[in-house]
């Protein structure tokens, strides 16, 4: 990708970040990440995977007005949009279009192209380890989640089952979940070099809690 592309790119991405959690800054780790495991991988369109990365989560400031938005699909468009109007080929749009539709975890959409691999996993990437839980305690106060549920008496409910929102919850649901989710040798090694530390402070914190 020419400096121009990327520069362009990389404008739009930066107008579309509005949120804590999912601000420029993951937008820049998830491209160093996907630029990491890309070195492991065969056959790469590095220049879709950038502009992928880029613009995985253009989405985010929709979804964070309506929770009922998903920001995978919504993103998907825009970069489409962005891109064909921009002078990049409908074949291009189309391939990076795809890498932003099936990056998100909840979702049942796979990746099927090895960028849209690559993307999911330097993505998931950025939640494990401390950065992952550091990361998800901004977002759950910016969308007034509790650290932990209580009985309405101030007692904890960490039970790894309990349903209540909170950065508990989110941990179980999703956080501990994700180092079995990679679709790359290189991603789940790196992810498997992060898991320790986010253990470790989760045991931490519900023995201090409890």
């Not at 790469?44 to 995978?72: C, I, N, S, T, Y």
């Amino acid at each position: 990708m020419t400096a121009e592309s990327f520069s362009l790119i990389e404008t739009y991405m930066r107008s579309c970040m509005d949120a804590a959690a999912h601000d420029v800054l993951h937008v820049y780790r998830v491209l160093q990440n996907a630029r990491a495991i890309a070195e492991g991988e065969e056959n790469v369109d590095l220049d879709v995977l950038e502009a992928a990365a880029l613009l995985h989560d253009v989405g985010r400031p929709a979804q964070l007005k309506d929770p009922a938005v998903d920001h995978a699909e919504v993103g998907a468009d825009m970069a489409f949009d962005f891109l064909t109007g921009h002078g990049f080929s409908e074949d291009f749009a189309a391939k990076v279009r795809h890498c932003v539709y099936t990056h998100r975890f909840r979702k049942s959409r796979p990746p099927e192209t090895i960028e849209a691999k690559i993307l999911f996993d330097a993505d998931k990437l950025d939640a494990t380890g401390a950065i992952g839980l550091a990361r998800t305690l901004v977002y759950n106060g910016q969308v007034d989640r509790p650290l932990y549920a209580s009985d309405g008496h101030g007692k904890p409910k960490l039970d790894e089952n309990e349903e209540s929102p909170s950065f508990f919850r989110e941990y179980h649901f999703k956080l501990k979940h994700l180092y079995d989710r990679f679709y790359t040798k290189t991603g789940a090694a790196l992810a498997a070099g992060r898991r320790k530390a986010a253990e470790d402070f989760i045991a931490a914190l519900e023995e201090e809690i409890g």
